[in-house]
Structures are given as C-alpha cells and as structure tokens.
C-alpha cells in the first residue's frame, strides 16, 4: 500500500471513530432524557449494542494504528 493511500485511510478511520462517539455520546443523552420510557431505554441499548460493534471494528484499529 502506498504511503498516501494509508494516510488517507487514517484520517477516514479517525473521522468514522470520532463520529462513533458522537452516536454513543448522543445516545447517552437521550437515555437520560427518556428515563424511564421503556421505548426509549430498549431502543437506547440497541444503539448502544451497534455502537460497541462499530467501535470494535473501527476505533480499535484506528487506536492500535496511534501506536
């Protein structure tokens, strides 16, 4: 892989982590929101279930490439 390509595929992973977060970030707050409206808490936790994959797979590897 040439070294552009691999910078550029860097910034796409930094961009899709930080962007995760947000979503997780977001979701938090909606959770704290909707307390106690059982749609908004089952719904919440599915976010946050995708949310953890997504994390898996991009911002780990976007971590462990900071190393």
Do not use: C
């Not at 070294?3 to 947000?22: A, D, G, V």
């Amino acid at each position: 892989m040439e070294p552009e390509n691999t910078e550029k595929e860097m910034k796409q992973l930094k961009e899709m982590k930080r962007k995760i977060e947000e979503i997780d970030r977001l979701a938090r707050e909606l959770a704290d929101t909707g307390r106690g409206l059982p749609v908004i808490e089952k719904n919440v936790q599915g976010i946050q279930s995708f949310t953890y994959a997504l994390r898996f797979g991009i911002s780990d590897i976007a971590d462990a490439a900071d190393i």
